[in-house]
Structure formats: C-alpha cells, structure tokens
C-alpha cells in the first residue's frame, strides 16, 4: 500500500472524527470509526499499533460524547 493511500484513509478516518455525519448519534459515529480503522489494519494500511491508538482515540471521542449528554451541553 503506499503511503499517499494510508495518509488519504487517515486524513478521512480524522474528519470523521471531528465531523460526524449528520443524524449519527455517539454510538453510531464510534461504531462507523471502529468500522474504519478495522478496514485500514485489514487492507495493511496500518498496523496493530496504529489501529490501537485510532482505536483509542474513538473511544475517548465516545465517552466525552456521553459525558456530554449526561451532563447537560
């Protein structure tokens, strides 16, 4: 794979993450960043340490999306 593809898929993988697509709920925008950071690791974009820390980073996403709605913003 080369690197332009790995930089495209991440740079994607970040926007999702910061822009959600309209009407997804927390639950569905973890769900669809898991989604893609299995793909990238499948297709050998990124390796298992790469795909912990997106991983990672999804799930801290989740829990400040949570805590938010808990929380009354």
């Not at 994607?12 to 927390?26: F, G, H, T, V």
Request: net charge negative; no cysteine.
């Amino acid at each position: 794979m080369s690197d332009d593809a790995k930089q495209e898929a991440l740079a994607a993988w970040y926007k999702l993450l910061r822009q959600p697509e309209i009407r997804m709920d927390s639950e569905e925008h973890y769900d669809e960043l898991l989604k893609a950071a299995d793909e990238m690791e499948r297709t050998g974009l990124i390796n298992g340490s790469e795909w912990r820390v997106l991983v990672r980073e999804a799930g801290v996403a989740f829990a400040s999306a949570i805590a938010g709605l808990g929380g009354g913003t």
